[in-house]
C-alpha cells in the first residue's frame, strides 16, 4: 500500500471508532448539560449492553438449533433483535439509575452524586462479571467469567472494494449507517421539538422552566433514557464490529467516551460529536505512525494542551460560575 492508501485506511478506521465513541460522549454531556452530573457508570452501562447483545445471539442460536454464519438469516435475525432489545435495556436501566440512586441526590452537595455515579459504576462492573459467569455456551458456560467473550462473526468480512487495497467490510458501514442518521434525529429532537425546548430550558435554569410548567423531573428521567439507549445502540455496534466484550470494557470506552465530551466541550452535544471523531482519528494515526503502547498518552496530551489553551474545549463557550 502506498503512503496515501495507508493514511486513508486509517483515516476510514478513526471515523468509523470515533463515531461509536460519539454515540456513547452524546450520554455524558447530556447529563451534564441538564443535571451538572459526570456520570461514571455510563461505560459500564455500555459494557451491560454489550453482554446482553452476546446473550441475545446465543439465546436465538440456542432455540433455532443452527449455527452462526455471516449474513445468514440468523445473523441477520439476531442483529434485528439486539437493535430493539438493547437500547430499550440500557435505556430503562439508566432511568432506573437516575430514579432510584441520583434523583435524591439534587440539591446535595456535587460531591455526593459523584460518588453516587462511582458506586453505580462498581455494581454495574460487578454485574458484568456475575453475568460472564453464567453457565451458557455462549459465555464458555461460565467456567472463566473475567476472560473476554468471543463474540460471533453476524457480518460479512469480505473487502467491499475488491479491486482495491483499502478495505472497507460491512462493519464499517454499519457504523455510518447506524451513527449518521441517528446523531442527525437527535440534533432534530433537540432544536425542532418540545422535548428538546423543555430539555435547553431545564439546562438552561431549571427554577424559571418549573415556573414555566416545565415537569424537570420527567425532563431529567427522557434524557437519561435517551442517554441510555444511544449507549445500547453503540454496545451493539461495537460488539459486531470487534467480536470481543469482557466486564472491564466499560472502564476503557467511558474514558474515551468522557475524553471526547471534555474535548467537544462538556454538555455541548455537537462537541461530543466532534470531540469522538477526534479521538477516534487521534487513535487510529498513533498507533499507525507512532506506537500503539503511546496512543493513551498521545489522546491525553492532546486533550491536555487544548484545555490548556481553551478550557471550555473546542465548541464549549465560556459561562460565569453562578454563585
Known sequence: MSDLEVLTQQLIIGLSNGMIIALIALGYTMVFGIVELINFAHGDLFMLGCFLALSIVGGVTGALGEAIL?????????????????????????????RYAYRALRNAPKLAPLVSALGVSFVFINLGLFWGGLPFKVFGYGN????????????????LLANTPIFITWREVLVFLITIPLLVAL????????????????????????????????VIGTTFIIGGALAGVASVVYALTYNTVFFQMGFRVGVDAFTAAVLGGIGNLPGACLGGLVVGLLRALSDQYIATQWTNSVVFAVLILILIFKPSGLLGARVREKV
Open 70 to 98: 455471516p449474513g445468514s438469516a440468523v445473523s441477520i435475525l439476531s442483529i434485528a433483535l439486539m437493535f430493539i432489545v438493547v437500547p430499550f435495556f440500557c435505556g430503562a436501566l439508566n432511568w432506573c439509575v437516575d
Open 144 to 159: 472463566a467469567a473475567a476472560a473476554p467473550k468471543d463474540f460471533p462473526n453476524l457480518l460479512p468480512s469480505q473487502n
Open 187 to 218: 440534533n432534530y429532537l433537540i432544536k425542532k421539538t418540545r422535548l428538546g425546548c423543555a430539555m435547553r430550558a431545564t439546562a438552561q435554569n431549571k427554577d424559571a422552566a418549573r415556573l414555566m410548567g416545565i415537569n424537570i423531573e420527567s
